[in-house]
């Protein structure tokens, strides 16, 4: 990277931590695809297994604690939740998949909220899906996969827990996880890897979002 580049680099990550240091609040979680907020402004979602860390990542972009809640208890995220980062954009928690204490019937209901929401958003302009670093790319996951793909909606593959790990092994994971995606059309051709415990990718995340979004300080 030349110095200029890496200048570069130097304040687009400023820039993002100043948009994502804006007042962030709790919009509204839906239930049902009726009841969706206006689109109005850009989207970013987050999608991924059950107890990947989903809230937990949306906390540690904007820097609160208690922001997006989380659980112990995998598949609690049954509606598909909006928070409004200070009218810039908005941020969206998908609900699980993988497993979650319900009935089946329940699981499908909002597994296939999720994917409504996916096929119909106009304003949603890319898709975070969340993998485990300590685990990879699972069978679970392929569903997910040729669903974002049948969307048509560019989507990024994040790691999570990357604490959890050694060094070496979470870059071995995304380099896995990359060739994995490599031929997917709508995949974008990125892997970042990210601990929301530590902090680690956490501003590059931010950059990813500001520019896939636009939006701006």
């Known amino acids: 990277m030349t110095p200029e580049e890496?200048?570069?680099?130097?304040?687009?990550?400023?820039?993002?931590?100043?948009?994502?240091a804006r007042p962030a609040t709790f919009v509204l979680g839906c239930a049902k695809i009726e009841q969706l907020p206006e689109p109005d402004l850009p989207e970013i979602a987050f999608a991924g297994r059950s107890n990947v860390g989903k809230s937990s990542l949306i906390n540690a972009l904007v820097g609160m604690h208690k922001l997006a809640r989380a659980s112990t208890e995998?598949?609690?995220?049954?509606?598909?939740?909006?928070?409004?980062?200070?009218g810039k954009m908005r941020l969206v928690d998908l609900p699980g998949y993988g497993w979650a204490k319900a009935s089946k019937g329940e699981v499908k209901r909002f597994q296939n909220l999720g994917r409504d929401y996916l096929r119909g958003r106009v304003t949603l302009?890319?898709?975070?899906?969340?993998?485990?670093?300590?685990?990879?790319?699972?069978?679970?996951?392929?569903?997910?996969?040729?669903?974002l793909d049948l969307s048509a909606v560019s989507?990024?593959?994040?790691?999570?827990?990357?604490?959890?790990?050694?060094?070496?092994?979470?870059?071995?994971?995304a380099e896995a996880t990359l060739k994995a995606v490599s031929k997917r059309p709508a995949a974008y051709p990125e892997v970042l890897l990210t601990s929301s415990e530590k902090g680690t990718g956490i501003p590059e995340l931010r950059a990813a979002v500001m520019r896939a979004t636009g939006a701006t300080p």
């Open 74 to 86: 995998p598949g609690r995220t049954r509606e598909v939740n909006f928070f409004d980062l200070d």
């Open 6 to 20: 890496q200048a570069e680099r130097d304040a687009e990550i400023e820039a993002a931590r100043v948009l994502f």
């Open 125 to 147: 302009k890319r898709v975070y899906l969340l993998i485990d670093a300590r685990h990879g790319l699972k069978k679970v996951d392929d569903e997910a996969l040729d669903a």
């Open 155 to 173: 989507y990024q593959i994040v790691l999570t827990k990357a604490d959890k790990i050694k060094p070496h092994e979470g870059l071995r994971v």
